[in-house]
Structure formats: C-alpha cells, structure tokens
C-alpha cells in the first residue's frame, strides 16, 4: 500500500517563502506529483518529480529525493490568493494517485 | 477545450432513491476517473477507465456502480446509498491511464451529495 505524510497546516506572510515537506512509503513508485485545492474547488496540478532533483514553475518549486523518499514543493513570494490546500500525490501503476492528507496554507497580509 | 465538467454540481438523495452522476471531457482523454472527497480530506481514488475499460475499482461498495459509455463521458451510478456516503464526488481526466509516463490529471468542479 502507499501512505504519505505531509505537515496538517503552515501559517505565512505575503512575500514569504514556505516549504511543504512530504514523505512517502510505497510499493512501485513512479513519481511524486502535486496538487493545489482551494475551498470549494477542484484540484488543480501543479508540479510532477519523476526523478531526483528541483522542478521550478514560476514561484512553485517541487523536489524530490527517491532515496530518501522525500519531497518537498516550496512557494515563492507568497500571495493571497496562494491560502489553499496543498496535497502530495504518489503516482503508481495506472496512473493511480494516492494523496497524502494535505496541508492547508494560510497566507496573512 | 481543457475542462471537465460534471452534473450535477449538487444533490440530495434518500437512501432509496437511485441517481447518476456525470462527467464529461473534450480534451481527447483515454483515462477518467472516479474519487471520493470528504471534508477536510484528501481525495480517495474509487474507479479507474482506460480506453473504456474498468481498470481500476479500489474495492468500492457494489451501491456505487461506473459506466463509461464512450471515450468523453463517465457515470456514476448510486443506488441504496448510506448517510456517511455523503461526499464531494470528482471527477478527473488524463490523456492515458497507463506506462511510466506521467499524465496530469484534470479535475471536474464535483458533485456535491447529500444522502439523507
């Protein structure tokens, strides 16, 4: 089975930098994806990390360390409109995703 | 055209009534999938189609059945459904639902239900 354990919440400014950490156990892993969820929407993508190292997408940054079984996504310049939930996502076989529970971030002005 | 849309956006239902939930995508996709979200929760994959066919059922119970009647549309039939059913139902797309490559999943706004 897959199970992912990502921080409950995190608390920043606007203009900050914060980092959502996310460790994974699996069978048959093939990348570490992630996703943004605001209340009442959909989850929308925003980064995949099939292989060690940093992705950077604009101000969303996402790393992973399959050795380690690590991964983090690190928000730039943070802004308002970045409050929303942030979930891990391990991808299997199938394209099957497991989430991990999710980290709500709430940027304060 | 890179959106799913699905109907309807809410939905109250008896635990006796019989109702269907759709989805429906433009975009070309081979793969579409069902999850369940509860409150404060991530989301929980129910059933996977690729090319049409049921490929993935994550041991969902029998009152919740799939039907994929073509490569745009997926349904989610409910039937003797329970109170502790009620959930935000989504649905999500992507190009393929197979191999190592990865295929970003594109996500319906859901169907809210409620079962009394």
């Known amino acids: 089975g897959q199970s992912l354990e990502q921080p409950s919440e995190v608390t920043a400014v606007e203009g900050a930098i914060v980092q959502i950490n996310c460790t994974y156990q699996t069978s048959g892993f093939y990348g570490l994806s992630w996703y943004q969820q605001h209340d009442g929407g959909a989850p929308t993508f925003l980064s995949y990390?099939?292989?060690?190292g940093l992705e950077e997408t604009g101000r969303f940054s996402s790393f992973l360390s399959r050795s380690d079984s690590y991964g983090y996504l690190l928000l730039q310049e943070l802004q308002m409109k970045d409050s929303a939930s942030y979930f891990c996502a391990v991808k299997a076989a199938g394209n099957k995703l497991t989430f991990g529970g999710g980290t709500r971030v709430l940027v304060k002005p | 055209d890179t959106e799913v849309t699905q109907t309807p956006k809410h939905l109250v239902m008896g635990m006796t009534n019989k109702k269907s939930l759709k989805c429906e995508q433009h975009?070309?996709?081979?793969?579409m999938y069902w999850y369940k979200q509860k409150a404060k929760k991530p989301p929980e994959l129910m059933f996977v189609?690729?090319?049409?066919?049921?490929?993935i059922n994550e041991s969902v119970p029998s009152r919740f059945s799939p039907e994929c009647p073509n490569s745009s549309l997926l349904n989610l039939h409910l039937h003797a459904l329970q109170p502790e059913d009620s959930a935000l139902y989504l649905c999500?797309?992507?190009?393929?639902?197979?191999?190592?490559?990865?295929?970003?999943?594109?996500f319906g706004p859901g169907t809210r239900l409620t079962v009394l």
């Open positions: 990390n099939a292989l060690d």
């Open positions: 189609y690729s090319y049409e066919k049921l490929s």
């Open positions: 999500a797309s992507s190009q393929d639902g197979s191999g190592s490559s990865y295929n970003e999943q594109f």
């Open positions: 975009m070309g996709h081979r793969a």
